[in-house]
């Protein structure tokens, strides 16, 4: 099973982007859902999570207000819809998720899915 990752790409500061990830084949069932960035030159990191039963979600302070996690269960498709884009978002997008309900979502290593990432670059 594979993550597929679409949507990315270049806007201005103080545009939106949607992405969305759904896995490759729908025999599988996740619980928890991130989306993780990694800009060039530094370490992966959280951007935002849903746990899927209960529909809570968690985000970085630094995307608070401005990224939304949604999701259509009939199509098991998951968005991260990010608006008011700034350049210091710009980095490559992964959407990760899991079988299990993860107790902490800002975690990597508590998933064992991963898309391919999608580069989003927010210009100046």
């Known amino acids: 099973v594979q993550l597929v990752e679409s949507g990315g790409g270049l806007v201005q500061a103080g545009g939106s982007l949607r992405l969305s990830c759904a896995p490759s084949e729908r025999t599988v069932s996740f619980l928890s859902m991130g989306w993780f960035r990694q800009a060039p030159g530094k370490e992966r990191e959280f951007v935002g999570g849903?746990?899927?039963?209960?529909?809570?979600?968690d985000y970085a302070d630094s995307v608070k207000g401005r990224f939304i996690i949604s999701r259509d269960n009939v199509k098991r498709i998951t968005y991260l819809q990010m608006s008011n884009l700034r350049p210091e978002d710009t980095a490559v997008y992964y959407c990760a998720a899991d079988e299990s309900l993860i107790s902490t979502l800002r975690v990597p290593r508590a998933y064992d899915y991963w898309g391919q990432g999608t580069q989003v670059t927010v210009s100046s």
């Open positions: 849903i746990t899927l039963s209960s529909g809570s979600t």
